[in-house]
């Protein structure tokens, strides 16, 4: 495997041609593009199949699994064939269905999701965890590695405590980064720059819309953006 910028592309868009065109466009400078559930949901494993055949960067797949263990590992099979790289789970599953993911596909690095971060303090309350989203994300953090998860997504806030934590070998991967300059914030709230993530101790980020709301002004104005971005990195 090349050498590739530490950034996975969030291809949130409900058009498959679209998809595949952004994904062509900007694979110098991603080393992974990420499908989430509506994706699936609409095209299922033959349109990831189809975005696999348009490039040869690494799939991660965002379906965000949460089930009991038994159902969790099934799923985990069914996609295993799609030789994704990353493939979600929810860490507060529990230990058992972590590993089950883990046990079913030995060569996807599960990845396990530890706190939205569109829950506040007052949701993960209301739910019944005891502590606040900072420590409660830590926690998820150290049960996934302990179930054998590769990879741990985190809100970028959380990167720090959580690369303490966990120590240097497990993937940290934070989306919600905003380049500086960027002008909206869209709908994420508590944000960081590409730079000061990596710094904090994230592997990888999640870019979305800072890199394709630029498709508008086409394929070379998005692959600009791209670049700048992966440059401002250092
Ligand atoms: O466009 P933007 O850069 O905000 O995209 C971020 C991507 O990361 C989206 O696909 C979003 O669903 C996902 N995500 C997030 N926050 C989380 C987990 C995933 O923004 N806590």
Redesign the pocket.
Known sequence: MSIKPPIIL?V?TPDLDIARQWIETTSDFICAY?V?LEFFTTFGPEGVKKLQDASDVDLFLDLKLHDIPNTVAGAARGVAELAPRFLTVHASGGHAMISAAVEQAPQVEITA?TI???LSALDLQEIGFAQNPLDSAVKLALLSQGAGARAI?C?PHEIFAIRESVGPDLTIIA??VRPIGEGGL?D?TRTMSPRAAILAGATYL?????ITRHWVDGAEAMRNRAAAIVEGLG
């Not at 999640?206 to 800072?210: M, T």
């Open positions: 969030a949130d990420k989430g999701v939205l971060t569109s997504v809100s989306p919600g869209d994420q999640v870019i979305g819309r800072p």
